[in-house]
């Protein structure tokens, strides 16, 4: 008898980005206290900033 393991697909980067992004999202939907959608905004903008090393804390774009 022979038994047939397929191997997992394997997750793209941007696959658990989106993983971690939809997990924030659920976190704030089901969570008891109130989470403001600039709290949201910012939490995912903090975990793009952590994996891309690139920050939004300068002056904004039309200022340039």
Do not use: Q, Y
């Not at 038994?3 to 997992?8: A, L, M, R, Y």
């Not at 999202?25 to 910012?42: H, N, R």
């Not at 903090?46 to 804390?57: A, P, S």
């Amino acid at each position: 008898m022979t038994i047939i393991v397929h191997d997992k697909p394997k997750l793209t980067r941007r696959h658990e980005l989106e993983f971690e992004i939809a997990g924030l999202i659920e976190e704030a939907a089901t969570s008891d206290e109130k989470v403001s959608p600039d709290g949201l905004a910012s939490s995912i903008l903090d975990l793009i900033e952590i994996e891309t090393g690139v920050t939004f804390d300068g002056p904004p774009m039309s200022a340039t």
